[in-house]
């Protein structure tokens, strides 16, 4: 099911959000915090590209005022809520939730959010949206573990109604309590997991996505019939390989190679896979993947 990108969400109380990284799902979630009464100031690493993740923010809540979804206050008051840093630690200062959607590199998610926590508060919520990496570990290397939890979105973050909300090892019952909050009041449908690879979304998710791959590299079938096969089939509302082009094919492999030390051999990435994400064909964002994307719509090659 589908959640209405302009539902008004009420809320009890109007947090400060801090969103870490601003691809798809970082903008996408920074939309739906902005929209949901929430203060929300985003950072990125490369430079302008926070600022350019507002102004996206701002042609889609520009479209969802065309279709009549919000009002035009409703559209000024969430622009309003919205501001772009060019400094992590300013963006972070007086934080209540921190969600960072950096991409799925341990390391990297230790050095985006270790240094900032001297400028958090001791109750500030440690959220990563990672798809697949340890909480655990996570929170264990940053010395925050009870309050490092998984907040979990799902492309693309407006519409999609779950938020997989993961607990570590160390995670807190309050953490759990008050991330399973802050998704409720964005709208969102939250289900609690065990930190384990993967989780309960991705772990299915990517198998029936490379299975798809090895159909096309034997020649079973076109990309477009294996996806219709599922479409029509099954009623998936997108089929495997046009979801991958969507989710982004590097963030799959990535997702894939994880799950293939961590659990085995099920998950090693399909070679088509691999040779794609080296040539740069990384879905819709870079305009070709299993599809060419022509204009946001997919294309057959
Ligand atoms: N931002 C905001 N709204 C969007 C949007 C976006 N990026 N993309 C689509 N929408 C809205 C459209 O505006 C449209 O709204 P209205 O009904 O008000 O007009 C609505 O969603 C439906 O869109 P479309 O009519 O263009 O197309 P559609 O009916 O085919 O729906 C879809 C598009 C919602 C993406 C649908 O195909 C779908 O649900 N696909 C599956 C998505 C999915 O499985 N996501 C999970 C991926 S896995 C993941 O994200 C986890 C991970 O860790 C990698």
Not at 20 to 40: D, E, F, N, P
Not at 60 to 67: D, S, Y
Not at 76 to 90: E, V
Not at 256 to 272: C, N, S, V, W, Y
Request: proline share 6%; hydrophobic share 45%.
């Amino acid at each position: 099911m589908s959640a209405d990108p302009g539902k008004t969400r009420p809320i009890a109380v109007s947090l400060h959000v801090t969103v870490l990284g601003t691809g798809a799902m970082g903008q996408g979630i920074a939309q739906v915090t902005a929209q949901s009464g929430h203060t929300t100031r985003l950072f990125d690493a490369a430079e302008g590209r926070a600022l350019a993740a507002v102004k996206a923010i701002g042609a889609q809540l520009e479209k969802l005022l065309t279709k009549g979804k919000i009002t035009g206050d409703q559209r000024h008051q969430a622009m309003n809520r919205l501001s772009a840093a060019t400094d992590p630690r300013d963006a972070c200062a007086g934080a209540d939730v921190v969600i960072e959607a950096v991409p799925e590199d341990m390391q990297l998610k230790v050095d985006v959010l270790k240094p900032l926590l001297e400028v958090l508060g001791p109750h500030a919520l440690i959220g990563t949206n990672t798809s697949s990496l340890s909480i655990t570990e996570l929170g264990a290397r940053l010395g925050v573990p009870e309050r490092t939890v998984g907040l979990h979105f799902f492309n693309p973050p407006p519409v999609m109604e779950l938020v997989e909300v993961v607990r570590g090892l160390s995670t807190s019952d309050t953490t759990i309590a008050r991330a399973v909050d802050f998704a409720k009041g964005l709208g969102k449908t939250p289900i609690v997991v065990r930190d384990v690879p993967g989780f309960a979304t991705s772990r299915l998710g990517v198998i029936l996505g490379a299975e798809a791959m090895h159909m096309l590299e034997m020649g079973v079938a076109s990309a477009e019939d294996i996806d219709r096969g599922m479409e029509l089939g099954y009623r998936h509302p997108m089929g495997p390989l046009k979801l991958t082009d969507l989710v982004g094919l590097d963030v799959r492999l990535a997702i894939l190679d994880h799950l293939t030390k961590e659990i085995g051999d099920q998950f090693r990435p399909p070679a088509i896979l691999r040779s794609m994400v080296r040539a740069g064909k990384l879905g819709k964002k870079t305009g070709e993947g299993f599809y060419k994307w022509v204009d946001g719509q997919p294309v057959a090659r």
